[in-house]
């Protein structure tokens, strides 16, 4: 198995709303990211766990809430968004933390904040 | 600190031309570089990848590109293209931190084919 899968892969959700982003991979990779896209912009990192560690949090606001119940797992909590926060939710994840890593991306959630 | 740039927005081609998508990088280190492409809403898939030994690298889809140290250049090419490789193509630098790498991501260029 070499992919990464993401659910829900759409989202419409309100200001007010709770939810859940989810990321799973099952090729033993130890790192795994969340990206945010923007319409015609390249990929921005979010966060970074690293052996199930966060280890990279881009100055993401705090209604943004990463956790990773395990090496698979990778789940982002969403709270009071703003309509701003509407865009692609990236997941990926690579063997190692080592810059030599490529990364394998999921397809994505698109989200939209009403 | 590393950065990548990516010279052109937009490449329209027709169809089976060659077609080269330029990068430039800056870097004071040793560079891991690479290639992704992203059809349509649809994630990123890689393309290729750079991180040492011979500087003609070669990729899926017949796309190859050449690493070019005194240029700092990455360019991609691929000689004959199909409408199939519409899509956007972002060239990337790999960073080591101290905890964890990231990918830092160029602009992106959006190669449009014409029949």
């Known amino acids: 198995d070499t992919e990464v899968t993401q659910t829900p892969k759409h989202l419409v959700m309100g200001m007010t709303n709770k939810k859940s982003l989810k990321c799973e991979q099952h090729?033993?990779?130890?790192?795994m990211y969340w990206y945010k896209q923007k319409a015609k912009k390249p990929p921005e990192l979010m966060f970074v766990?690293?052996?199930?560690?966060?280890?990279i949090n881009e100055s993401v606001p705090s209604r943004f809430s990463p956790e990773c119940p395990n090496s698979s797992l990778l789940n982002l909590h969403l709270h009071a968004l703003q309509p701003e926060d509407s865009a692609l939710y990236l997941c990926?994840?690579?063997?190692?933390?080592?810059?030599?890593?490529?990364?394998?991306f999921g397809p994505g959630t698109r989200l939209t904040v009403l | 600190a590393q950065s990548v740039t990516q010279l052109d927005s937009q490449v329209p081609v027709f169809e089976e031309a060659p077609v080269e998508l330029r990068c430039n990088y800056s870097?004071?280190?040793?560079?891991?570089l690479f290639w992704y492409v992203q059809y349509p809403n649809q994630g990123l898939q890689l393309l290729l990848k750079y991180l040492s030994g011979s500087t003609l690298v070669k990729g899926i889809n017949g796309f190859e590109a050449e690493f070019n140290k005194s240029q700092t250049s990455f360019h991609l090419r691929k000689p004959s293209v199909h409408i199939s490789d519409t899509a956007e193509y972002f060239c990337a630098v790999s960073v080591t931190g101290s905890s964890a790498s990231k990918i830092i991501f160029g602009s992106g260029t959006r190669l449009s084919i014409r029949p």
């Open positions: 766990y690293s052996y199930e560690k966060l280890s």
């Open positions: 870097s004071s280190v040793s560079v891991y």
């Open positions: 090729m033993g990779h130890r790192a």
């Open positions: 990926a994840s690579s063997q190692g933390r080592g810059a030599s890593n490529e990364q394998f």
